[in-house]
């Protein structure tokens, strides 16, 4: 592709005798158009999100006007209230007037409408309108409200009672007893969600069944609750009346989709809920679900022993213990320090899910770590407090201990064994310099802690000596309940110390977040080798653009054979392709799979970026999509011709620069004399200043890729040996034979004779014509410019966007001004494409493109560029 240092003159003929009023509307006003449309086809996600946040404004601002206290309303209840009606109720505020069980029936159906708080109300709207928005086209609006009805009034029965069963099988009953029983409007709706994957795609079906079940879990095994309950009830009878309607799914999976890529999911799955749960038990009024232990191990705060024995004088042992054992009071520091252990583990979720072998080997010691801690804590607690008091303790410890000790540990076993899964590296120098790093923090920190202690012994009760506070360093570090007990070794009593307590934990994993950042993006750097082999590849076959895979910032994925390839660069979870497939012409179909396969090996979403018609449409057969994104100009040398009225503009400028003494020189770079090289260096600097942004890469080449020998030089040089302007030509090969010529490098003087560029774009014609070997002459494609609407709303989004984003550039760049320019030629347009599998990734994508043409790109730059 081409870049012009001013805009060329637009032409004055076309679209002449068309109405304004016929042509569809682009830039802003077709995105605004977009929106419209997309609103009116999902209408019921609109009324049903618009109704529900309605009628709980309402219910609000009724109970504020009124003065109405929620106890009076029975909007929850208890199982001991709906099941013994009135039975045991201690410290509940109805107990003094049981509600009727019609009161408490009718209460809670109401929950299946209204959100408990403002916070959840707003996270409630954004969930349903994604429920709806996905499930109206799916399914039409009847379906997807007979859907709610059914699944969320039958998940809601079946919920309830699989509570009460699954407690009382674990002797839990003490405890979920006295939860509180609120069900909310997601009850109602998850079931559509699920019925609708019924009917999307193998890419989207597995997405929304993985994440919906994931966020289902987490809340029903660090919680308990009884709503949890009813939600993953109401969304398997959604999936089943989905399997009901649709019937069985195609066992045929669509070739992009991997197992070991569904595995590794899967096992990205179970890290996030174990990374997430333990705050999720932490803030939760509810602590009865499987894995509530392991979270509140895994929470800030201190064990409330007082509480723990008088419930274990008049209660069930494992049912206190479940509800007690680990009940937290929080500090915000100690909040903060649970927090970020939590940032580490998603972050080690982010790399399993990218295949990073880093992250599972992270994953695997972090959980064995939980592992110990966990074991070390149970261990603790059978020697704490009186002997005759804690029997019951020690007696109820070993159920939940295996429940706290077994997820972390079979977690880690499945890791390791499945650490092949994990095949993208880390630089070796970068690991152990992340391993140097949090070593080198720990024992800095530690040693200022001891030494503020020894320094400061007053500032602690007792007062501080060596030994104490060697003994209460680790909880400094370990920011949960694992090794808290409510009797501390040494208290605070200044705010110094408080600071220095709190922030040593905090600064250390502050640095475990960097160093694991780092090492989840740190990958082998690319081996020169492959680069070399890249550059061989292309002279045996290729595209007309193909020689610019074998520019610097390509990565390469080679084939079984190595007799092709693909250059791509990974931005934002895409794997940008430069180009099509190249090398051997017939593996390219084969590498379009292949390319795909390894991609979804690492969790990338590969995106085919400027593809001709043939590879889009081997694409299309896979279920892929595509939009233009350009119009390649070709020109066949072997009939070039400049007769006519048309090629006017042509015939003059050759003419003029004939007047004037101005000849062209064909030459490669490194040959051109040191002279002429630094003119050329200039001009391009002088082009570059001129611009409120930095020069563009990616398809389009600068100074550095002159530089090869392979590329060709047509520059324009008058009588005073001064270069006027300069193109350069990307060759193009089949089997080892130069077949075409590709237009890429194009600048001038500011001050040069008006023609200059059509001089020297018509020289070249005329001497590939003379030569007679070249099939082609392409002029490249000017971005974002020439593409048509296509049919979809997806691509007409999509196309409106890149319109929007060529309007605001096109001030300093001139695609539009670029692509009339090239008109003038008389070339052929072949258009080429951008394809992708995944219309969920258009966001990612867009920013891919735009961080591999720009990406030096500063905040200042874009915000000259907007008000230009």
Not at 105 to 133: C, E, H, N, P, Q
Not at 138 to 164: K, N, P
Not at 386 to 398: E, K, T
Not at 620 to 634: P, T
Request: aromatic share 10%; with cysteine; hydrophobic share 45%.
């Amino acid at each position: 592709m081409s870049q012009t240092e001013r805009h060329m003159p637009q032409p004055t003929s076309g679209n002449i005798g068309q109405e304004p009023s016929a042509e569809p509307p682009e830039g802003w006003q077709g995105l605004l158009s977009d929106t419209r449309q997309w609103l009116h086809n999902h209408q019921l996600a609109v009324w049903v999100t618009g109704s529900i946040a309605l009628v709980n404004t309402v219910f609000w601002l009724w109970r504020l006007l009124f003065r109405i206290p929620q106890s009076s309303l029975y909007l929850y209840t208890t199982y001991d209230q709906l099941i013994m009606h009135g039975g045991s109720i201690a410290n509940n505020a109805v107990a003094q007037n049981p509600p009727s069980l019609a009161a408490q029936m009718i209460g809670l159906i109401a929950t299946l409408f209204l959100s408990t708080s403002v916070f959840r109300l707003i996270l409630d709207v954004i969930i349903i309108f994604t429920i709806f928005s996905i499930a109206e086209p799916r399914l039409g609006r009847t379906r997807t409200l007979l859907t709610c009805l059914l699944s969320g009034l039958s998940g809601a029965v079946i919920g309830l009672f699989l509570c009460i069963f699954i407690n009382w099988l674990g002797g839990m009953w003490q405890s979920a007893a006295h939860a509180r029983m609120t069900l909310s409007p997601l009850v109602m709706t998850i079931g559509a969600l699920m019925t609708a994957s019924a009917f999307s795609s193998f890419i989207w079906r597995r997405r929304i069944r993985l994440i919906s079940y994931s966020a289902i879990l987490i809340a029903l095994l660090y919680t308990g609750d009884p709503g949890d309950y009813c939600l993953l009830t109401a969304a398997l009878v959604g999936q089943f009346i989905g399997y009901v309607w649709h019937g069985p799914q195609d066992s045929r999976e669509h070739w992009a989709a991997s197992s070991a890529h569904e595995r590794r999911s899967l096992l990205t799955s179970i890290s996030v809920v174990l990374s997430l749960g333990p705050i999720v038990a932490t803030i939760s009024h509810a602590h009865h679900g499987a894995l509530s232990a392991l979270g509140l191990l895994a929470g800030p705060g201190t064990i409330n022993d007082a509480r723990l024995v008088d419930c274990l004088r008049t209660s069930s042992q494992s049912s206190c213990y479940q509800e007690f054992n680990l009940y937290h009071i929080s500090t915000s520091g100690s909040i903060v320090r649970a927090i970020l252990p939590t940032i580490v583990l998603l972050i080690i979720s982010w790399g399993l899910y990218r295949g990073r072998r880093i992250a599972a080997w992270s994953a695997a010691v972090v959980n064995a770590g939980i592992v110990l801690l966990t074991l070390l804590y149970y261990m603790l607690s059978t020697v704490r407090g009186s002997s005759v008091a804690f029997q019951p303790y020690r007696h109820g410890l070993l159920p939940s201990m295996l429940m706290s000790v077994l997820p972390p540990l079979v977690f880690a076993i499945v890791i390791l064994y499945n650490i092949r899964l994990f095949s993208v590296p880390t630089e070796r120098g970068a690991i152990w310099r992340g391993l140097s790093s949090i070593v080198a923090t720990a024992v800095m920190l530690s040693i200022f802690y001891v030494g503020f202690g020894l320094s400061n012994p007053h500032s602690f009760t007792p007062v501080a000596d060596l030994p104490s506070l060697l003994s209460q360093l680790p909880q400094t570090f370990i920011p949960m309940g694992f090794l808290n007990t409510s009797q501390a070794v040494l208290h605070t009593e200044t705010f110094g110390a408080e600071i220095v307590r709190q922030s040593i934990g905090i600064i250390f994993w502050l640095v475990l977040i960097i160093v694991m950042s780092r090492w989840m993006r740190t990958s082998i750097a690319e081996n020169s080798g492959a680069r070399k082999a890249a550059s061989a590849l292309v002279e045996l076959g290729g595209e007309s653009m193909s020689f610019m895979t074998t520019w610097e910032g390509n990565s390469y994925w080679f084939s079984p054979t190595g007799r092709s390839a693909i250059a791509y660069r990974v931005s934002h979870g895409i794997a940008l392709t430069t180009t099509g497939p190249f090398g051997d012409t017939h593996e390219y179909l084969d590498d379009l799979q292949g390319f795909t396969h390894f991609c979804y090996e690492r969790s990338l979403s590969p995106v085919f970026y400027s593809v001709h018609d043939a590879t889009r449409q081997a694409l299309l057969r896979q279920g892929w999509s595509s939009i233009q994104v350009g119009s390649e100009m070709v020109v066949d040398p072997r009939i070039w011709q400049t007769k006519g009225k048309k090629w006017q503009a042509i015939r003059t400028a050759i003419n003029k620069a004939n007047r004037e003494g101005i000849r062209d020189i064909y030459a490669s770079f490194n040959d051109s004399p040191r002279d002429i090289q630094s003119q050329i260096i200039d001009i391009s600097d002088q082009w570059a200043n001129l611009k409120s942004l930095p020069e563009m890469k990616f398809t389009l080449g600068g100074v550095d890729e002159l530089r090869d020998h392979r590329v060709m030089l047509l520059y324009a040089i008058d009588a005073h040996n001064v270069v006027q302007g300069v193109t350069s030509w990307l060759p193009t090969w089949r089997n080892g034979q130069i077949v075409g010529w590709t237009l890429d490098f194009m600048r001038h003087r500011i001050d040069s004779p008006n023609g200059i560029m059509e001089f020297l774009i018509a020289r070249m014609a005329e001497r590939l014509q003379d030569e007679g070997i070249a099939e082609f002459m392409s002029l490249s494609a000017a971005p974002l410019a020439g593409s048509p609407v296509e049919d979809g709303a997806d691509s007409a989004a999509l196309h409106h966007a890149l319109q929007i984003v060529a309007d605001i550039m096109e001030p300093s760049y001139g695609f539009n001004s670029l692509f009339q320019f090239k008109k003038r030629f008389q070339p052929a347009e072949e258009p080429v494409y951008i394809c992708y599998p995944d219309v969920s990734r258009l966001l990612p994508m867009g920013l891919a493109v735009l961080e591999a043409y720009l990406p030096d790109l500063k905040p200042s730059q874009i915000s000259n560029m907007l008000n230009h």
